[in-house]
């Protein structure tokens, strides 16, 4: 009986050494991420397809925007957050100062799509 605890005491041991010399590697690399052009392509004149057919978007360098639709035309300033593929547009409306959340599914030079399935081409 001595010898078998002796032996589970002995196992304990060896796995709890075992358990506790394995740890995270930790390096100090730095990860590279590709700059965000999101932005410069977002300015600029898009006219819109499907759902957004009949809108016109511009977005301007001084962070103006107008949004031209068949019954409307708003002007106000817009907002881009790096890294979060998100903007939002800020407008005064008859009921006062409105904003809109977008969050840019796909932009290139030529096509953006937000997450309200709007399609927007140059």
Known sequence: MRTFRLLAASLLVALSMGVSSCG?????EIIQQEPDKTLELLLG???????AEGETLTFNK???????SENETLNGT????????????YYTTDWGEE?????????????FTTDYYSIFYR
């Open 78 to 89: 817009f907002e881009y957050f790096p890294n979060r593929y998100m903007f939002v547009t």
């Open 24 to 28: 995270d590697d930790v390096t100090n």
């Open 99 to 111: 904003n809109t959340i977008y969050t840019v599914v796909k932009i290139t030079i030529s096509v």
């Open 62 to 68: 001084d962070d103006t925007y107008t949004e031209i």
């Open 45 to 51: 004149t898009w006219q819109g397809t499907g759902e």
